[in-house]
């Protein structure tokens, strides 16, 4: 039987690779090779599933606050248009409503760009991002 514990566990294990769980898998497919070993030993299929799912629940929940901790998953990380929002550039192709055209550079470098009061801004004008509507910064001419 010791074999069949064994097969699940490497069935476990690549599920764990196709479909990440953050562990939650992995750690059955352990349950599953401690409960293989202890096949060796005990032949009784009751008992074996019983020390599996004891095995299984013990290392999830074991474990589970040291895999989020080196897990952790970093959901407000500033993305590069998020970081240029209230930072000042400067106009480098007019900003025209009318067309949709126009193009600024924000530390070095170059964003498409739109007026939020719907305003014709000039080459070399300095400007504010107010935010970032999809690829565009929305921005307003910067008040001294």
Do not use: H, Y
């Not at 059955?28 to 008992?47: E, H, Q, R």
């Not at 070095?108 to 400007?127: C, P, R, Y």
């Amino acid at each position: 039987m010791w074999q069949v514990w064994l097969i699940l566990a490497g069935i476990f294990v690549i599920f764990e690779m196709v479909i990440p769980t953050d562990f939650l898998i992995f750690w059955v497919g352990m349950g599953a090779i401690v409960t293989a070993i202890c096949s060796l030993f005990i032949d009784n299929i009751a008992i074996q599933i019983t020390i599996f799912c004891i095995s299984s629940s013990l290392l999830i929940f074991c474990t589970k606050p040291f895999t989020k901790r080196v897990l952790k998953n970093n959901v407000d990380m500033a993305t590069n248009a998020k970081s240029i929002i209230g930072k000042v550039g400067i106009v480098i192709s007019d900003i025209d409503p009318i067309t949709g055209k126009g193009q600024i550079k924000v530390e070095n470098e170059v964003w498409s760009a739109k007026t939020d009061n719907q305003q014709k801004i000039l080459k070399d004008t300095q400007v504010t991002v107010n935010s970032i509507e999809g690829v565009k910064a929305i921005v307003s001419i910067k008040n001294d």
